[in-house]
């Protein structure tokens, strides 16, 4: 199911089998000459999707703005500084735990995302934890390339200038699902320069065209299908596992 397809109704009936949540998250910024702004959040999105039509999972809509302060000098960009973004995370969260979902499971498609994610989750249980007793949910992040097999299958696709910013692969999997929003470029160089990730201005000194360590004129869509196809079966199981690890909360 898709919640914003859903009526409230529906997710009533849904919270009586199912508890568990499905929230893609992302980041809308940058991905160089040819990958799309939303490549961060169309990803964790486009495989969730495909997920929910071969299984019975709910997924929420997608958080499509992240922590991408550093790609701020490319036009398109939209950021949210960690403060903020943990503030944001907090209210989705504790959004859905009131409707009694206890199993939340965020499916990320930004690394820079994971540092920030994972301190809201901190934060989120430290209130469970001064206030004392159980926060009444349990918080999982998976980066979609971490799903079972992934990231095996890039590398034995990509041996050579995958890089960490606008990748082949996750160019290509965008390419899959939007094949009429296909970009060209000549890349100069071939394969782009890696480095350290501080401030906007010196990351666009460095990365001029806004790649990291990549090749994305390997991408294709065929390639991007057979990345989503792997993906979607990983998830299912990462989803059905979580929803299964019933501890101390509903033992309650
Ligand atoms: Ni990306």
């Known amino acids: ?30 991905h160089g000459p040819t990958g799309l702004l939303g490549t961060d959040w169309l990803c964790p999105e486009i495989i969730a999707h495909e997920a929910h039509k ?88 998976k980066n979609w390339w971490d799903l079972q097999g992934v990231q095996k299958l890039a590398y034995q696709q990509f041996p050579t200038g995958h890089g960490s910013h606008a990748t082949p692969s996750e160019i290509a999997v965008t390419q899959w699902a939007y094949p009429d929003a296909i970009k060209t470029a000549n890349y100069a160089p071939q394969i782009a320069p890696t ?22 004129a390997q991408a294709s869509p065929e390639k991007g299908g057979e990345l989503v196809k792997l993906a979607v079966q990983g998830l299912l199981e990462e989803v059905r596992a979580f929803g299964a690890e019933r501890a101390p909360l509903a033992a309650e």
Do not use: C
Request: no cysteine; hydrophobic share 45%.
């Open 195 to 216: 480095g350290p990730i501080r401030e906007a201005s010196d990351f666009r000194a460095r990365y001029a065209d806004g790649r990291m360590g990549s090749n994305p």
């Open 54 to 141: 071969a299984g019975d999972i709910l997924v929420a809509p997608t958080f499509n703005v992240g922590m991408a302060q550093h790609h701020l000098d490319f036009p398109g960009t939209i950021a949210l500084r960690p403060s903020t973004f943990m503030l944001a995370i907090g209210d989705w969260v504790r959004s859905l735990a009131h409707h009694g979902f206890d199993r939340i499971f965020f499916l990320n498609g930004h690394g820079g995302n994971v540092a920030t994610i994972e301190a809201a989750f901190s934060e989120l249980y430290a209130d469970a934890s001064y206030r004392g007793g159980k926060s009444g949910f349990a918080l999982r992040l």
């Open 1 to 30: 199911m898709l919640l914003h397809l859903s009526t409230w109704a529906e997710i009533e009936a849904y919270l009586k089998r199912s508890t568990t949540v499905v929230v893609p998250i992302g980041s809308n910024e940058q």
